[in-house]
């Protein structure tokens, strides 16, 4: 099946620092997400990008499908960014709509 | 609009016990997941039903059964439940694996399950 990996898997900013996470994914996809689980459990879509770029305020997305990656760029990072960053992925060539995640980032933004 | 609505939020279980984690959602979704999320393991497909009327095993199905009750309702049962199935459950639900639009994949709160 799809493989799916994250990196860095740990992540540690200072207020105000500027960062980029890594997604890589071993097939072709027709849907990719980006989630925030917050430090109270919660997972929260950020981004439906399964190709090309978004941006919402501080964070933006970008997914190169040809080359099976896709990057979340947090700027001027505040201690709320703090949590765990995830990418799921759908696989194009039809397993049926199984949806897999990546192993996460893990973020701490210090003050 | 609640979205993906789980129960109980909380178990505390024996080994050997059953039960069943409730999951409905109110989105019309076609297609609805159960995760699992252990530390340092992401999230991990159990189960999902594409569509009403369908089930398929995710990666950790060993253990576990599910019913597609009806397009709303997807459960999670633990026959026998064992330590190792200690961790929080997540349920979640999509338009349609199929669909070519924006296909936002929405979680419930989460269940926190201990077996001893």
């Known amino acids: 099946g799809i493989q799916v990996e994250q990196s860095p898997p740990d992540l540690i900013l200072q207020e105000g620092a500027n960062s980029t996470l890594r997604c890589n994914f071993s097939?072709?996809?027709?849907?990719l997400q980006w989630f925030h689980q917050n430090p109270w459990g919660q997972l929260i879509n950020l981004f439906y990008i399964p190709s090309g770029t978004k941006q919402n305020g501080r964070l933006s997305a970008t997914t190169v499908a040809t080359e099976r990656y896709s990057l979340l760029y947090i700027s001027s990072s505040q201690t709320t960014d703090s949590g765990v960053y995830f990418c799921?992925?759908?696989?194009?060539?039809?397993?049926?709509?199984?949806?897999?995640f990546g192993q996460g980032t893990e973020l701490s933004v210090k003050p | 609009n609640a979205g993906v609505t789980q129960t109980p939020k909380f178990q505390v279980l024996k080994t050997g016990q059953s039960m069943t984690l409730q999951c409905a959602q109110d989105m019309n979704h076609n297609s609805m997941y159960w995760y699992r999320q252990d530390p340092g393991m992401g999230l991990r497909l159990i189960y999902y039903s594409a569509s009403e009327g369908t089930t398929d095993k995710g990666e950790v199905p060993n253990g576990y059964n599910v019913s597609r009750l009806n397009k709303r309702e997807f459960s999670l049962r633990l026959e026998s439940a064992a330590p190792s199935q200690t961790s929080v459950y997540f349920c979640?639900?999509?338009?349609?694996?199929?669909?070519?639009?924006?296909?936002?994949?929405?979680f419930g709160a989460g269940s926190r399950l201990t077996v001893l």
């Open positions: 799921a992925v759908l696989p194009l060539y039809n397993q049926g709509g199984k949806l897999i």
């Open positions: 979640a639900s999509i338009r349609a694996f199929f669909f070519s639009g924006a296909n936002v994949l929405t």
């Open positions: 097939d072709s996809v027709n849907n």
